[in-house]
């Protein structure tokens, strides 16, 4: 089972995805650290700062959500366009928004016990916010298809891990704008990997939402 995960062949594969879809990726990308930079300089006080880290936060998800969705047709062959960047439901952007906030929970709580829980915990739910956008599943839906999806492959998606950290703490290293490369090339790589999982798995029955 182990085999179906190769990080080398995963990292190759995403890279010739960036590469033939550079510019799409590049600037989208650019456009979302644009604005990041922009609400992280906000200075509010009170209720000000807390609406600006409401705005944020919900920029990310929005942001990861994009990249989710561009990143699973590119690694299929499909050509990303700046136009698919926003043909999207919103009702999925919000299952993706709350799947993100309860994985957040679940990876606080697992450090508050002994961190060992909450590593364990990043690994095995790294692919739900790829099987809830790529097959239409609601949050809960997606964590358990996620930790079906982990299910043997802890180690390999651990390595593959830290290879995403690495890479974005290069792009953050080559003056911050690096990440407009590196976040891009991560999402391809980690999409690349979901979709070998996907492949040799059964998929899962979709509640409606």
């Not at 033939?20 to 922009?38: D, E, G, K, L, Y």
């Not at 969705?69 to 926003?86: Q, V």
């Not at 606080?108 to 956008?133: C, E, Q, T, W």
């Amino acid at each position: 089972m182990s085999d179906i995960i190769n990080s080398g062949s995963a990292f190759r594969s995403a890279w010739a995805m960036f590469r033939t879809h550079a510019a799409t990726f590049v600037s989208i990308s650019f456009v979302f650290f644009v604005i990041t930079i922009a609400l992280d300089s906000v200075d509010g006080k009170g209720d000000a700062q807390t609406l600006s880290d409401l705005v944020t936060t919900l920029f990310s998800f929005f942001a990861a959500y994009i990249m989710t969705r561009l990143s699973i047709g590119a690694i299929r062959g499909g050509t990303p366009l700046w136009k698919d960047a926003f043909s999207f439901h919103w009702g999925e952007f919000v299952w993706y928004a709350i799947a993100s906030v309860i994985a957040f929970a679940l990876y606080v709580a697992g450090f508050l016990a002994l961190i060992i829980p909450g590593i364990i915990l990043i690994v095995r739910l790294s692919l739900m916010n790829f099987a809830l956008v790529d097959e239409d599943l609601a949050p809960i839906d997606a964590i358990k298809r996620s930790w079906e999806l982990s299910r043997g492959h802890f180690w390999k998606l651990f390595v593959a891990g830290l290879i995403v950290i690495g890479l974005n703490i290069v792009g953050v290293l080559i003056f911050g704008i690096g990440v407009i490369i590196s976040t891009p090339l991560s999402f391809l790589f980690s999409a690349y990997i979901y979709d070998r999982l996907r492949e040799a798995s059964v998929p899962m029955v979709a509640e409606s939402h």
